[in-house]
Every structure is written in structure tokens, then in C-alpha cells.
Antibody
């Protein structure tokens, strides 16, 4: 069974930093591209970052470019999101999602981890 | 990237059909046949319902179907059931390994 488990969320002050992790199991992690998607409280989904299976390509939404960094460790079957210069508007649930092989859709999602940016 | 436009809500009685529209631009929905739809129940993670405009994962009931015309994609739920009450989001590939989601639609089963 495919499982994605996010961790690392919490309360952080504006301007602070946080590192999110996503532990993968039940599939060959190194064969899949991955994404981070977030959802502000009571709002819609927002794609924020993508990484190819070999980490050669990394992309970001304009809203996080220059502040967030996506990375992965295939040996540890883990995906990461390093978040710096956090803003109040970065508050929300952060999901990691697997991109389907030879596709563009996210076919499996974690349960999410809540990030709260507040003073 | 601006979010794709969806109606805020749609509703229908059990057994009826509802259609959710998703309007983008010639740079996303209109340029790629890579539109997907996700169902999200309150407090839960999104679930893939449709991909590549009109393809269904094997576990998704065939009551769910997708289509696209120009810059607008659509999701139709036929034979509406109570468990279909949820939020639905469209998503389009927007080129250069970027994606854009829709604003989301709440489906209410009357």
C-alpha cells in the first residue's frame, strides 16, 4: 500500500524557518517525481513545488520562489521542503503528493502537516 | 499563475447529474490535455478522480466523467450519491513543470 506521511509542521514566527519531511513507503520512491501542495485554512489547493525523481529539475510557484527549497533523499525514501522567510500567508496544511509515472497528475497524497505562521 | 475558475457551489438531488466547469487560459487548460480532478472530503486529503481530461483511475466509479472544450474543462457526476458530497478541484499542467489548481467547488447533495 502506498503511504506518504508528512511531518515537521508547527507554529513559527513570521520570518522564521521550518523543514517539512515526507516519508514514503509501499512503492519505489526513486522512480517517481514528487510535489508539495498546500491549502490555507478554508481555502483551495495551491501547487507550490515539484522535483523530478533524480532531483535534476526543481520548480516552484511564484508565491514561494526564492524562499522555499524542495529536495529528496532517495536512499531514505524521503521528500523535504525547506521553508525560509515564512509569512503569515504561508499558513496552511502542506501535502506531499506523488506524480503518476509518465503522467502529470498526483495519484497519491499524504494526510498533510499543518504549518502556522503567527507572532 | 492565476487559479482556474470554478463555480463556488453546485447541488443536486440523489440520482441527478451535476457538472462542474473549470475555466483557464490558452496557456494551461487550452494548451494541454493534462487536466485532473480531485475530490476532497472535510479534513481529508485530496483524492484523484480524473486525469488526462477524461481518464478514470480503476477505483473511481464510472459515474464520474471528464471532458474539455477550448479553455474550459468539465467534471460530470451522474447518478449523484450522498457520498459524492465534497469539494472538487480541477488542476491543469501549465508547462515548464508547473501546475495550477482551480478555485474549488462544493458539491451538495440535497
Amino acid at each position: 500500500e502506498v503511504q506518504l506521511v508528512e511531518s515537521g509542521g508547527g507554529l513559527v514566527q513570521p520570518g522564521g524557518s521550518l523543514r517539512l519531511s515526507c516519508a514514503a513507503s509501499g512503492f519505489i520512491f526513486s522512480s517517481y517525481d514528487m510535489n508539495w501542495v498546500r491549502q490555507a485554512p478554508g481555502k483551495g489547493l495551491e501547487w507550490i513545488s515539484y522535483i523530478t525523481l533524480n532531483s535534476k529539475t526543481k520548480t516552484y510557484a511564484d508565491s514561494v520562489k526564492g524562499r522555499f527549497t524542495i529536495s529528496r533523499d532517495n536512499a531514505k525514501k524521503s521528500l523535504f521542503l525547506h521553508m525560509n522567510s515564512l509569512r503569515v500567508e504561508d499558513t496552511g496544511v502542506y501535502y506531499c503528493a506523488r506524480t503518476a509515472v509518465a503522467g502529470t497528475e498526483s495519484d497519491n497524497w499524504g494526510q498533510g502537516t499543518l504549518v502556522t505562521v503567527s507572532s | 499563475q492565476s487559479a482556474l475558475t470554478q463555480p463556488r457551489s453546485v447541488s443536486g438531488s440523489p440520482g441527478q447529474s451535476v457538472t462542474i466547469s473549470c475555466t483557464g487560459t490558452s496557456s494551461d487548460v487550452g494548451d494541454y490535455n493534462y487536466v485532473s480532478w480531485y475530490q476532497q472530503h472535510p479534513g481529508k486529503a485530496p483524492k484523484l478522480m480524473i486525469y488526462d481530461v477524461n481518464k478514470r483511475p480503476s477505483e473511481v466509479p464510472d459515474r464520474f466523467s471528464g471532458s474539455k472544450s477550448g479553455n474550459t474543462a468539465s467534471l460530470t457526476i451522474s447518478g449523484l450519491q450522498t457520498e459524492d458530497e465534497a469539494d472538487y478541484y480541477c488542476c491543469s499542467y501549465a508547462g515548464s513543470y508547473t501546475w495550477v489548481f482551480g478555485t474549488g467547488t462544493k458539491v451538495t447533495v440535497l
